[in-house]
Structure formats: C-alpha cells, structure tokens
C-alpha cells in the first residue's frame, strides 16, 4: 500500500478512545444527565445554563486522569514517530491521549478538554482543574473563561492547514468516527477529490462508509497497529 504515498492525513473520532474508557457520542452510553451531547456543546447552552455546560466539561476533564492510552494511540504515535513524508493527525476528540501516547504532528479540531479559552480576549490558556462559570482571565481579567471546546455552530480550528494537507493527502484514514459531524465527515471527499486512496476503520459501517474505497470493521486496538505494521514494514 505504502509504495507511492508521501502524505497521510489521518482523522481520529471518539471511536478511537472507547476501548480507554471514555463514552462515545452516539453510542448507547452517549447521554449525559439525560442531555443530548447536541444540547449541551452549543453557543446557546452555554448562554441560558452555563452551570450545566461547564460541569459537563468539568466532568469530562476530571475522567482523563482515569484512563490511558490503548493501543491504537500507541501506534499512531509510532507512525508519527516513523513515517518520513508528511503526517498529520487530525482528532475531532478532545482527550489528550493521543499526546499522552507521544504524537506530535497533532491538529485538535475540536479544541481540548485540559484548555481554557476567554470569551473576551480570545487567549486560551492550559487548564487541568475544574472551571466554574465567571472565572476571570489573567490576560484581560474579564471574569468570561469557558470550556476551550468548538461548540456545534462554531468553525473548528487550524481548518486552513488541514484542507490543505487533504489536498496533498496521497493516503486518508478514518478511525473511529461516525461520520454525522461536518466538516470532518467530509474530509473523506475532498481527499478522494485530491486523489487519495481513503480508508475507514470502525466498530461499525459509519454515515460516510460509501465514500471510502475500503472499510475496515472492528476494534480500533487491534486495526491500527495491524494498519500501523503494513505501512512501516
Ligand atoms: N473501535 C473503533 N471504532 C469504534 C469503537 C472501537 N473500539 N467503539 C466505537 N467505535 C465507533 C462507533 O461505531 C461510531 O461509529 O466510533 C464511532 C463514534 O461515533 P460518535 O460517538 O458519533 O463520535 P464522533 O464521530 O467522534 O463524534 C464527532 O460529534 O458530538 C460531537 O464534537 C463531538 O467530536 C465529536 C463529534
């Protein structure tokens, strides 16, 4: 497979975590409270309950200490470590396990748990503790500090860098996502636009399953590192 690419691009969803322990969105344990993950990650949640929202985060932060990396983050970071063309990760997840298991070509689209971002001046700082509504920022001293997360609504982040690496992609692999939230779910299309042979390893066939050229079914722990094998053999 790897005889001719230069470039992978690859997108990590909350499929690529299960087997550590953090829920998926969409799966049977994806509530939380009795919310829909769709009415709590929004601009709007935020604004009429921001008690709700940042225990959500608060929750979510605190569950990190809890877990570790599997397998199939272990062997994205060999790839990283390995691959001598260019490589970037792109994870919609907004654990750390993918840094905890030393990748470091690393894009978090969806920004990260352990971040703090001011609604004021925009700074985001590193934040490990737990953030009550009013917090102030030590950069503008506005009491506006929020959950460093893209909300549903919001332009993810680094968008520009990683169409860009789509565009010059010549291998993209999907991991653990159930293809339902753009723009990731159409990263697919514009790497098969660009040429790219794409591929789809997942528990089960995804919303976009149609758009790769191979779909790969089962436990992201045992398909990635057997994936990670091929391509550094
Ligand atoms: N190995 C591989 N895939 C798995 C595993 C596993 N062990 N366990 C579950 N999956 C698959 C499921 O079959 C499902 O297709 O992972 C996918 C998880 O889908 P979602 O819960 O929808 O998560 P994700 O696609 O990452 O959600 C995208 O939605 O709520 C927002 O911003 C949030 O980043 C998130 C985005």
Not at 21 to 35: I, K, Q, V, Y
Not at 41 to 54: K, M, Q, S, W, Y
Not at 157 to 178: H, K, N, P, W
Not at 179 to 195: E, I, L, N, S
């Amino acid at each position: 497979m790897k005889a001719d690419i230069q470039t992978i691009v690859i997108l990590t969803g909350a499929g690529i975590s299960a087997e550590s322990g953090l829920a998926t969105f969409r799966g049977p344990d994806g509530m939380w409270e009795g919310h829909r993950v769709e009415d709590v990650c929004t601009p709007e949640a935020l604004a009429r309950n921001p008690v709700l929202v940042h225990r959500f985060y608060d929750e979510r932060r605190a569950t990190l200490a809890t877990v570790s990396p599997n397998p199939a983050h272990d062997a994205l970071a060999a790839l990283d470590a390995a691959w001598p063309g260019e490589l970037l990760i792109v994870t919609q997840n907004v654990d750390d396990l993918h840094e905890r298991a030393g990748a470091k070509r690393l894009i978090h689209m969806h920004g990260e748990l352990q971040s703090a971002l001011c609604a004021a001046c925009g700074k985001a700082v590193p934040w490990t503790q737990a953030l009550p509504p009013g917090t102030v920022c030590a950069a503008c001293g506005q009491p506006r500090l929020r959950p460093d997360i893209v909300f549903f609504g919001e332009m993810p982040y680094q968008m520009d860098v990683i169409d860009e690496a789509l565009r010059r992609a010549g291998l993209f692999v999907s991991i653990g996502t159930s293809g339902a939230v753009y723009p990731a779910a159409g990263f697919v299309q514009t790497a098969r636009h660009a040429g790219a042979r794409t591929l789809e390893l997942n528990l089960d066939p995804s919303a976009g399953s149609d758009y790769f050229d191979e779909t790969r079914l089962g436990p992201a722990s045992l398909l990635v590192p057997h994936l990670v094998r091929d391509l550094l053999e």
